[in-house]
């Protein structure tokens, strides 16, 4: 209700994807505007020496899940598919990157997995991205995402990933380098984790050639600002016009 009345005196609410768009359109909320964040583009971008060192047979097969350790992100979900996973791939590890409140309940639930390290948050931006370019996919589980910053500097970053089919980190679909799961559901996100893992393997290049071309499609911060600026115009233009009209 209190969402409903600031919108109702508002020109306009930008929401970054089309899920919270429907989600909020769903709950009488009016003059949305889709606009998606942008990342620093300069930091997060592949690396063409990553690719090649994937198909020589010489990088680590390091998985990486990255975003607040809160229950609605879902990262049990992950750990649970990392389990299945590493029954017969005993080559895998995981970093989990982050942090929160429930850090220490995952961790718990992690003592039987040696593979999976809780590197906690990364505070330096390069630091961050090296990471995420050093590992050979990104599995992702939460279905509430109303954007998914750190998914989108990971694509940014050219890294294939394994996403829910439901939420905001849905909408970045799937293609040769992104594959995705049913929602909250840990065998299969297990299944399309080794179904991405064999392509990899089978195509490292291609793979990393189509993660590296959609990472262009990802808005920089720079781009998300000047669309900003320009519904700005806009919005002022109109009122302008009223004014003008009165």
């Known amino acids: 209700a ?14 970054a994807t089309k899920h919270l768009q429907s989600s909020l359109s769903a709950h009488g909320l009016g003059n949305l505007v ?15 020496e990553r690719a090649m060192e994937m198909a020589s047979g010489t990088a680590p097969k390091r998985l990486v ?3 607040r350790l809160a229950i609605e992100k879902r990262v ?9 996973m590493a029954r017969t791939r005993k080559d895998l590890e995981l970093w989990v990157v982050g942090d929160g409140p429930e850090r220490k309940r995952l961790e718990a639930s992690a003592k039987d997995l040696p593979q999976v390290r809780f590197v906690g948050f990364e505070k330096d931006r390069k630091k961050l991205a090296a990471t995420l370019r050093e590992s050979v996919a990104l599995p992702h589980a939460c ?6 910053l750190g998914v989108a500097e990971a694509l940014a970053c050219g ?3 394994v996403l829910p089919d439901e939420g905001g980190a849905s909408e970045w679909g799937a293609s040769h380098s992104r594959l995705l799961h049913r929602s909250l559901d840990a065998e299969d996100l297990a299944r399309a984790g080794s179904e991405l893992l064999s392509r990899i393997e089978a195509a490292p290049l291609a793979v990393r050639a189509d993660a590296a071309g959609f990472a262009k499609s ?5 781009d998300h600002f000047d669309r900003l600026l320009d519904h700005y115009e806009a919005l002022l233009g109109r009122a302008a016009a009223r004014v003008g009209n009165a």
């Open 143 to 148: 279905p509430y995402e109303t954007f998914g």
């Open 34 to 48: 889709l606009l998606p964040f942008g990342v620093d583009k300069e930091t997060f971008r592949p690396s063409p």
């Open 159 to 161: 890294v294939p990933a």
């Open 218 to 222: 990802i808005l920089s911060v720079e």
């Open 65 to 67: 899940t990255i975003g």
């Open 76 to 84: 049990d979900v992950v750990l649970d598919a990392f389990r299945r």
């Open 2 to 15: 209190w969402a409903r009345h600031i919108a109702k005196r508002s020109e306009a609410v930008f929401v």
